[in-house]
């Protein structure tokens, strides 16, 4: 994106990274897990439900938003 682009009110964006796997619990069993982690501030989370991680991720979001546009953590 162009540097001008972020000044013509292009919406505010966020970058996280999701991992997503089956962990085996025996028996026949597995679960999923997921990480998710928050680029810029490199906070990582380890979850079990997809509620979790759009939970964490609305969360972050607006704990950025009412910290401000410099805010990164």
């Keep these: 994106m162009e540097g001008s ?6 919406p505010r964006s966020y ?16 679960e999923v897990r ?5 680029v ?9 439900t997809w509620t979790e991680l759009a939970a964490y991720m609305q969360a972050k979001i607006e704990t950025l938003d009412t910290a401000g546009p410099d805010a990164a953590g």
């Design 5 to 10: 682009a972020l000044l013509t009110g292009y």
């Design 34 to 38: 997921m990480e998710v982690r928050h």
């Design 15 to 30: 970058l996280f990274t999701v991992r997503v796997w089956e962990e085996e619990l025996g028996g026949g069993r597995a």
């Design 40 to 48: 810029l501030s490199g906070e990582t989370r380890h979850l079990r």
